[in-house]
């Protein structure tokens, strides 16, 4: 069992940056990939980033390429989102979650979710 809890969402103008941080609990994290997704008013929660369980590759969105960047600190529990370059189409609420997986880019890959933190982006 793994629960995760996600913080840093906000409001921030266009161009800002923020970072989403999402702790894990449970000793097997390190065993976990990673993901960030988001869904918006109205749209289906779509995957924004992904992490390997060692950190060795990841996947973007083609809509976030070149502007976010995932990391994972295993010793921390932690997986993180960098989000520079933000637009007001980044708004959404974005969600951490876990993979018994290696590696997983399909939300139906994913098992545990965290309840999610809301970004807006103000043009």
């Known amino acids: 069992q793994v629960q995760l809890v996600e913080s840093g969402g906000g409001l921030v103008q266009a161009g800002g940056s923020l970072r989403l941080s999402c702790a894990a609990s449970?000793?097997?994290?390190?065993?976990?990939?990673m993901g960030w997704f988001r869904q918006a008013p109205g749209k289906e929660r779509e995957l924004v980033a992904a992490?390997?369980?060692?950190?060795?590759?990841?996947y973007y969105a083609d809509s976030v390429k070149g502007r976010f960047s995932i990391s994972r600190d295993n010793a921390k529990n932690t997986v993180y989102l960098q989000m520079n370059s933000l637009k007001p189409e980044d708004t959404a609420v974005y969600y951490c979650?876990?993979?018994?997986?290696?590696?997983?880019?399909?939300?139906?890959?994913?098992?545990?979710w965290g309840q999610g933190t809301q970004v807006t982006v103000s043009s």
């Open positions: 992490i390997t369980w060692s950190g060795g590759s990841t």
């Open positions: 979650a876990a993979s018994s997986q290696k590696w997983a880019t399909s939300r139906a890959r994913y098992d545990y």
């Open positions: 449970g000793r097997t994290f390190s065993s976990y990939a």
